[in-house]
């Protein structure tokens, strides 16, 4: 191969080492952690009496770290949401609190407005935080739950969120 005659060769090169650090760049800025712990996906099915248990929210909440909640489908399941947004829940053992979401509005939700977004994060806030706090009032008043399986204090529900990414609950209540 005969060299690169100085002109045209240079100018490549220059491009690509232009091209290359650029690319380095965009790669180490995307690769930042998070600032929140690490996050294990979680999913899992509630039943009451051996039917699943739809649209409930299921809570996890460590020791120490975040809680995590989801809404059971038609078909009792759920997966887990931190509070920060992301999938997954803290690796660790959990208090499970399981009880009925406040309703927000009767009618059709304008997420436009702003004070419905406000009560909407309010009341998801509200529910993340039960763990610590205590239930939501709206959940001691639970038709489809036993009382004690809303209260963080008295839940008989404890799991244990492991390092495999994988967990899946099925969580009985009668």
């Known amino acids: 191969m005969q060299p690169c005659a100085r002109g045209r060769g240079v100018v490549v090169l220059n491009r690509c080492r232009y091209l290359i650090a650029g690319l380095i760049a965009a790669l180490a800025a995307g690769c930042g952690g998070s600032d929140g712990p690490k996050l294990y996906a979680v999913k899992g099915k509630v039943t009451k009496g051996g039917a699943p248990l739809a649209g409930v929210n299921v809570t996890f ?26 999938a997954g829940a803290v690796a660790g053992k959990h208090k499970v609190t399981i009880a009925e ?8 939700v304008d997420m436009s407005n702003p004070a419905t977004m406000e009560a909407m994060m309010s009341q998801r806030q509200g529910s993340m935080e039960g763990g610590r706090k205590g239930a939501p009032a709206a959940a001691e008043k639970s038709t489809k739950v036993p009382a004690e399986y809303s209260d963080p204090a008295k839940t008989p529900l404890e799991y244990e969120v492991t390092t495999s990414g994988a967990d899946s609950f099925d969580i009985p209540i009668p």
Not at 101 to 108: D, M, N, Y
Request: charged fraction near 10%; avoid cysteine; aromatic fraction near 2%.
């Open 61 to 86: 909440t460590p020791s120490e770290g975040p809680s995590s909640t989801g809404r059971t489908s038609d078909t009792g399941e759920f997966v887990l949401i931190s509070q920060a947004g992301s």
């Open 101 to 108: 979401p406040q309703a927000v509005s009767s009618g059709p």
